[in-house]
């Protein structure tokens, strides 16, 4: 019901607010996040070391006078020598829009990703995902420069929704060396939304870029909400909090008028209810700005980083400054150990589990605990009430997993203990003065920086929205 709802109204949030937004549906590849009534453990431990292996791709450099993330380099001699790219396209559990582009259009699935800055389309010799075919297309036009050896940067025409425009945009189009195990994946898109240049591997110029550039759009930002646990919308130049508003009072309105209907033979005519949805959103364009809690991007230069300034268990502040990074393609919310053990010691009735499974706590289902995480002295409600019509959730509410075994008391928490960065001591030096005779691959696993830092994922963004800022650095939130 609510995708239906968010496609027509994306169009008609852009139009009353009168600012030049473009915003997308988005979708949850194979489906919201699938939590039965038990936890699948092998499942979720799969989960857990898919999200790590992202992190891990990565590590820090000194770069002039500032710390900055990069892609690892891999060994010399394989097949994907010089660096394999971060994005990983069609995957499962991925949020992607759906992109038109062409002429005639082909429609490509772009994946929405925070640990990258590139925009590309990946072309392999499989069936599987979505293909783009250059041949295929009468705008693409190559290009001369190749940034790396299997990625060039032509253009084509990609058509952008609410504004209806069609515009040339370049990109980079990669496809993987013959003899990389890489060409039997899926063909897609990435849209990397990573704040840093850095980041970058095929040096193309950012989508955002582009159209501020052109003028298509005034601010330098994306925003992100989920709607439910399978659809939400993805703004570019702007916020999606009006449309999500929009969505909501209209479903609101369209249940309330069909209660009327069973009460009465004359239904509320679709003008009148037309009427009062437009008259509940703020017609002020620069309000949006007000109605975020801001928070400024810290760390090394790369990734969406922040700081939380507190974790909130049953109204008591429980931890203090954790620094956190963002990626809604994580379906949990991952933890340092100290931080989780703290977090579940605060939760009463919880414990731990034992190996293989450790990374997981359990807690009372019949007792979920209010939670809340504070950003810019503002204390954001996370995982709360218990099973709801917008996002699934079984047994111990919205922070559970699945109960720990059949007819057990316990539920397994959506907070689970990450082991990235643990042993880390440094930057990686590569060769650098001080960085000593060992400091090859070891200084690259050192580098990972993530020994204390939190990952937001999936779950923390059920009922709160993102606005993030490329010019000022920063990340604005919101409940909805």
């Known amino acids: 019901m609510h995708v239906q709802w968010s496609f027509a109204l994306l169009a008609l949030a852009s139009i009353i607010l ?38 891990n791709l990565t590590h820090r450099e000194i770069e002039g006078n500032k710390i900055v993330r990069k892609a690892k380099p891999l060994p010399h001699g394989t097949a994907d020598e010089g660096g394999r790219l971060l994005g990983e396209v069609g995957k499962d559990g991925a949020w992607y829009v759906e992109l038109k582009v062409g002429e005639p259009e082909q ?13 590309l389309f990946y072309s392999t010799t499989s069936e599987r995902g979505t293909p783009f075919i250059d041949f295929g297309s009468d705008t693409y036009l190559k290009g001369n420069e190749w940034p790396t050896p299997h990625c060039m940067l032509p253009s084509d025409s990609i058509w952008f929704p609410t504004i209806n425009q069609t515009l040339p945009i370049k990109f980079a189009h990669c496809r993987p060396a013959r003899a990389s195990p890489l060409t039997l994946g899926p063909s897609g898109a990435i849209l990397g939304l990573a704040p840093s240049e850095s980041l970058s591997q095929t040096k193309t110029p950012s989508l955002l870029k582009q159209l501020v550039e052109r003028k298509i759009i005034e601010q330098s930002v994306w925003s992100f909400m989920l709607i439910s ?5 993805f703004s570019i130049g702007g916020t999606g909090a009006e449309t999500v508003v929009l969505a ?13 209907r069973e009460n009465q033979d004359t239904p509320i005519p679709l003008a009148r209810r037309e009427l009062k949805v437009s008259a509940a959103v703020p017609l002020d364009p620069t309000a949006w700005e007000k109605d975020w ?31 956190i990074v963002i990626d809604f393609n994580v379906p949990f919310i991952l933890a340092p150990p100290y931080a989780a053990k703290l977090f579940y ?21 019949l007792n979920p605990p209010l939670l809340a995480f504070e950003f810019d002295r503002w204390q954001f409600p996370v995982m709360r009430g218990g099973k709801g019509a917008d996002f699934w959730t079984g047994p111990g509410g919205k922070l559970s997993l699945g109960r720990l075994k059949k007819g057990s008391g316990y539920c397994v928490g959506a907070i689970v203990e990450t082991r990235m960065g643990v042993g880390d001591t440094g930057v ?7 960085a000593g005779s060992g400091s090859g691959e070891e200084g690259l696993q050192a580098g990972n920086g993530l020994r204390d830092v939190w990952v937001m994922g999936e779950v923390f963004w059920r009922g709160v929205g993102g606005v993030f800022d490329f010019k000022d650095g920063r990340v604005g939130l919101r409940s909805y």
């Not at 994946?111 to 990258?116: E, G, I, S």
């Open 345 to 365: 010691s605060s939760v009463s009735g919880s414990r731990q589990l034992s190996p293989p499974y450790e990374q997981f706590h359990v807690f009372p289902c």
């Open 18 to 55: 009168g600012s030049p937004i473009i915003q997308f549906p988005i979708k949850r590849r194979g489906g919201a996040f699938p939590t039965g009534d038990i936890a699948d453990f092998d499942f979720l431990t799969e989960q857990i070391s898919l999200a790590e292996s992202r992190f």
């Open 107 to 119: 429609t490509v699935q772009l994946d929405l990703d925070t640990l990258t800055s590139d925009f």
């Open 229 to 233: 646990g399978e659809e939400g919308v």
């Open 428 to 434: 990686a030096m590569r060769g650098k003065v001080g």
């Open 248 to 260: 909501e009072n209209q479903i609101e309105e369209q249940l309330r008028a069909a209660g009327e």
């Open 293 to 323: 809690r801001w928070s400024k991007v810290q760390g090394a230069d790369g990734w969406w980083q922040i700081l939380m300034q507190g974790v909130w268990v049953d109204n008591v502040k429980i931890l203090k400054n954790q620094p």
